[in-house]
């Protein structure tokens, strides 16, 4: 274990992202079969479910009914719904919507963060993400960050730890609660999930660490027992491994 600045504790903690990212990409979906399969994951005892995303309703139309999906669902005691907000419009939206944690993105890679994104990783983190986090925070909702091609980019390849690391730092300096280390192509492998996770606690940094990993090259379990063995206990999940395909992975089957 990689010591006392690890998530020592017991329990772990899974954050199922199949009602945002993963039902929809099954076909056509209405407002009430979100609503459903959310309202069932609460049931089922999940108590972090990443339901929706507040992306322009014209660009990624599949999303558009996020504040519907929101109305509708029978808020359970003790879950935390989570929502996707790309810029500042988004998670005004997320806030006016009831959203308690709103999810933001950045990419460890400057090529993937322009083409995912639409602008380069400094922009996103000197511009965009200060102005969700101001709105979240004014509001009392919490900010969970995703780190993605934290283990490396299918475009420009290897991504440094050291540049990963620098970018923890700042969102967790930003005040993100919770930061969720992405590996969006499948890159990872059991000894680079354990030297990153044991180089990270090793900071001792107060924001909470989550590990997400993608399946495509078959290592996505081996990679959470690593992460598990370096200290993680916060893991994002797809029930049924439902999950959209990250953006400019080279395999179009790809579960959490």
Do not use: W
């Amino acid at each position: 274990m990689a010591g006392k600045s690890a998530q020592s504790e017991t329990n772990v903690t899974f954050v199922d992202t199949a009602a945002r990212d993963g039902i929809v990409t099954a076909g056509a979906c209405s407002i009430s079969d979100k609503v459903a399969f959310i309202n069932r994951l609460a049931e089922a005892g999940l108590k972090h479910i990443d339901c929706v995303a507040f992306t322009h309703p014209r660009l990624i139309p599949k999303h558009a009914d996020a504040e519907r999906v929101m109305q509708e669902i029978n808020k359970a005691s003790g879950v935390v719904y989570i929502g996707l907000a790309p810029n500042e419009i988004g998670c005004r939206r997320a806030v006016v919507a009831g959203v308690d944690q709103v999810l933001t993105l950045v990419a460890a890679s400057d090529e993937y963060n322009k083409l995912s994104l639409g602008r380069c990783m400094r922009d996103t983190l000197n511009k965009t993400l200060p102005a969700i986090i101001e709105v979240a925070t004014q509001a009392g909702k919490e900010i969970r960050a995703y780190i993605l091609t934290a283990f490396g980019c299918p475009y420009t390849g290897r991504v440094l730890y050291d540049d990963v690391i620098g970018i923890i730092q700042k969102l967790s300096f930003m005040g993100a609660k919770e930061i969720s280390i992405v590996d969006s192509a499948g890159m990872a492998n059991p000894k680079s999930v354990k030297d990153f996770f044991r180089e990270v606690f090793s900071l001792k940094l107060k924001t909470s660490l989550a590990a997400h990993f993608h399946n495509n090259r078959g290592l996505g379990m081996a990679n959470c027992i690593a992460a598990y063995e370096a200290g993680i206990r916060i893991f994002d999940t797809a029930l049924g491994g439902l999950s959209g395909t990250p953006f400019g992975s080279i395999d179009q089957d790809i579960g959490n």
